[in-house]
């Protein structure tokens, strides 16, 4: 069933599409990705690890609900540790608000993945969307309820 951005309430969509998508190597910033636009930036980096798709997906705040900074970081932990048993590469990122709305949110930009798969993943972490992107595409916002 494909799910349609109309279906996320508009201020969550707003503050979706007014996120940039930032990966990080170490401390360093690396890529920012935008809703709707094209990064070369990102293009590279999957040039590099071999894939022609990526997903920005993070652990942090499901459904939308605040969390402790502490019950935020467990959660990206065990994601990172799911992904490392299914030996998917991942860089480091953030999710940054363009407006000072809320506070970065620690993520995770995964490489390889499927349209499909993203979703799947998002949903077990209980997102209401995912940011994905193909090489040489636009970065696409994907609702995942």
Not at 41 to 58: I, Q, S
Not at 93 to 107: N, V
Request: with cysteine; aromatic share 6%; proline share 6%.
């Amino acid at each position: 069933m494909r799910r349609h951005l109309d279906a996320l309430p508009p201020s969550l969509k707003e503050a979706y599409q007014k996120t940039d998508y930032v990966v990080l190597e170490g401390r360093r910033e690396v890529a920012a990705m935008i809703i709707g636009a094209k990064c070369p930036p990102v293009d590279r980096l999957l040039r590099l690890k071999g894939a022609n798709r990526g997903a920005f997906v993070t652990a942090w705040n499901p459904w939308s609900r605040s969390r402790s900074p502490a019950e935020n970081e467990r959660a990206n932990r065990r994601l990172e540790r799911l992904l490392k048993r299914r030996r998917l590469a991942y860089l480091h990122g953030e999710g940054r608000p363009l407006e000072g709305a809320w506070k970065p949110e620690a993520s995770l930009f995964v490489f390889g993945l499927t349209c499909r798969d993203a979703g799947i993943l998002s949903r077990r972490l209980r997102q209401n969307a995912v940011v994905f992107i193909r090489r040489g595409g636009k970065a696409r916002l994907l609702p995942t309820r």
